[in-house]
């Protein structure tokens, strides 16, 4: 793939030697973002950050990823706050804040929608999710993450065993993982959810048509025994027609550490997109997991800062220049990356 002035909006455009690329940008990043250094590399640019659904950490990791390279950002939150809500286009407003910005982010609540704003943008786009679609910087940090717990214990990123729990109709990044998890060898893939909220069949087809081994079921702990990875999800609230619907499903799959300690393998690492749902009729991942080293959601979004950067860096075609722009930190930096 090319990154140079692209989009990124799906992960269907990247190859095995593109994820390469991306990561070993990523790991260069790691100084900067545990601010051991500071870069003003892309001193003068601006990202514009338009987020149309509720987002914690993609919206604020892209802007600190930008904001680490030197770069300043600029926001939109909700649709009440921008034109859109006076009847504005998504062609019109991509238009306009293409003219603004040298590169976008965008989360949009409609599939497709953000690959539509793109085709009007005059900037690249990065895709912050849209819709149950997909979310492809998302999988990126996931894959990154995976691949740096595997290794860190022996493993590799082929023959990897993982079981994707909770939500995986509406999951939209589970979507974009399971189509990256398919350009890896020999995966096996245990697909647990409610019957009813069960991966869409084409990720399915899609990785069995590659040789990997796809199983699917409704049992928690039959699903996480023998794997190298859990990867819990939230039930996606927002997609049901009623808060009355989501309700039957919250709560389906919970994990805590008795039940890990029954049924899974030692070392077993837990992940979640996060934001993990800890309400009590929810509570996907238990609190009393916190303290379980094996607990990797919090590494998952320190490396989101991470891939984020390196996607920057390779689209507006600067990573070989972010160490000719830096400098030490001279504050005092009392942040702990345990
Ligand atoms: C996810 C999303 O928005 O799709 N969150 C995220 O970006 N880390 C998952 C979710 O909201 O459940």
Redesign the pocket.
Known sequence: MQFLGSHVLSVDQFERGDIDKVFEVADTMAPYALRQKVTRVLEGAILGNMFF?P?T??RVSFGCAFNLLGGDVRETTGFQSSAIAKGESLYDTARVLSGYSDIICM?HPESGSVAEFAEASRVPVIN??DGPNE?PS?ALLDLYTIRKEVEHKGGSLDGLRIAMIGDLKH???VHSLCRLLALYKNMHVTLISPAELAMPESYIEQLRVLGHSVSISTDLSQGISGVDIIYS??I?EERFQSKEEADLYRGSFRLNQAIYTQYCEPNTVIMH???RDSRADANELDNDLNHNPNLAIFRQTDNGVLVRMALFALILGVEKQVDKYSRPVNWYCSRSNQ
């Open positions: 659904e987002s950490r993609t989360r912050g999710g979310h998302q999951g939209r990044t999800t939230r996606q997109p996060l934001p």
